[in-house]
């Protein structure tokens, strides 16, 4: 079954080894995510984002732009495998061709620094999606979680700001530009700005059930659920342990892992509650630390066998696998 994939963090994987002077391809590597696993696990699309750590990185548009020029010099190199879409009908040449389609994206609206020339720039430069924040508060909005890294906290940070001024701008221009606005990591009151300020289908990327992970704000609420269906858009579901089981799921003693069954599980509920049209699949492969049972993307067939096994029907299995994102793809991009 084709997949369409709408989070990862390989290419900050790619840049990372490159730094330390690790000769390491897109083609093949030691990361959850390269060419070779994209086609044995029948990928179609993936999407690659540029993620900027605000913690560490003090310029983060000049930051972004090299980890562009890392995920343009594998394309190049690999352009006979994979292309860059920066339209629909992009995606159906490439597959007509029999290449793998990449999508560019963002994760940390901070990127921009608050600028909506940086924002067109990013758009000419063939950024598709973006979410507004990641886990800093930046010249967007807030997030919704503290930053997670080595906190071992889930606290919420902030529920009352919502979407700054230019926040609200960023939206209204991302819309006009056809770039998609990705609510992941977003906080809950600028999620629901993005609700009250767009028009269009918007994404949660990489975002599961909070009703069935209580206390995990990085999952969308029911009540969140219902307004990405009724606006047309998806939420990638998350291979993240974190994002997919309460730690009170697992004995003490025993190691987390997480597995395709309660990834399904999430899938189930997510159809419960807006309807198999709002669910798609965003990985968050080379994100995500912990034991996974699929290991990379070449065990996403594990994935369709238990979206059977627990009854989804083959419609359901390819609407979730490709056909709600492409719908999106197909609303937004030009
Ligand atoms: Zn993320």
């Known amino acids: 079954m084709k997949v369409v994939d709408m989070h990862c963090d390989t290419i900050s994987g790619i840049h990372r080894q490159r730094a330390s002077g690790k000769d390491v391809s897109l083609l093949h590597n030691d990361l959850n995510i390269d060419?070779?696993?994209?086609?044995?696990?029948?990928y179609g699309l993936q999407n690659f984002a540029l993620f900027v750590h605000l913690g560490r990185e003090k310029k983060p548009f000049e930051y972004a732009m090299a980890l562009a020029d890392t995920f343009y010099?594998?394309?190049?190199?690999h352009a006979d495998k994979i292309g860059v879409v920066r339209s629909y009908a992009d995606i159906e040449k490439n597959w007509s061709e029999g290449r793998l389609s990449a999508l560019l994206t963002i994760e940390e609206?901070?990127?921009?620094?608050?600028?909506?020339?940086?924002?067109?720039?990013f758009y000419r430069l063939g950024v598709r999606m973006m979410?507004?924040?990641?886990?800093?508060?930046?010249?967007?909005?807030?997030?919704?979680?503290?930053n997670l890294e080595g906190s071992g906290t889930m606290g919420y940070v902030d529920t009352e700001h919502g979407l700054t001024e230019t926040g609200i701008a960023f939206v209204e221009e991302m819309e006009r530009l056809g770039m998609i606005v990705d609510v992941?990591?977003?906080?809950?009151?600028?999620f629901w700005d993005v609700v009250k300020y767009g028009k269009k289908p918007f994404v949660a990327s990489h975002s599961n059930c909070r009703a069935l992970v209580p206390g995990c704000p990085r999952d969308l609420t029911d009540e969140m659920?219902?307004?990405?269906?009724?606006?047309?858009?998806?939420?990638?579901?998350?291979?993240?342990?974190?994002?997919?089981?309460?730690?009170?799921?697992?004995?003490?003693?025993?190691?987390?892992?997480?597995?395709?069954?309660d990834i399904v599980r999430h899938m189930k509920h997510m159809k419960?509650?807006?309807?198999?049209?709002c669910i798609g699949l965003g990985s968050d492969f080379d994100g995500i630390g912990g034991e996974l049972e699929m290991k990379?993307?070449?065990?996403?067939?594990?994935?369709?066998?238990?979206?059977?096994?627990?009854?989804?029907?083959?419609?359901?299995?390819?609407?979730?696998?490709?056909g709600n994102v492409l719908r999106v793809y197909r609303e937004v991009l030009r």
């Open 35 to 42: 060419l070779e696993k994209l086609k044995a696990g029948d």
């Open 73 to 77: 010099t594998e394309m190049e190199a």
């Open 109 to 121: 609206g901070g990127a921009c620094e608050g600028s909506l020339a940086y924002l067109r720039d």
């Open 131 to 146: 979410s507004l924040t990641w886990n800093y508060a930046n010249e967007l909005g807030w997030p919704n979680v503290l």
């Open 184 to 190: 992941s990591h977003l906080n809950d009151a600028g």
């Open 225 to 261: 659920i219902r307004a990405v269906a009724e606006r047309g858009g998806v939420a990638g579901i998350n291979y993240c342990i974190d994002f997919l089981c309460s730690p009170d799921e697992w004995k003490a003693g025993e190691t987390p892992v997480s597995r395709v069954s």
């Open 272 to 277: 419960n509650v807006g309807g198999i049209g």
């Open 296 to 322: 990379t993307a070449a065990d996403l067939p594990l994935l369709e066998a238990e979206m059977r096994r627990q009854g989804f029907a083959e419609s359901e299995i390819e609407a979730v696998f490709h």
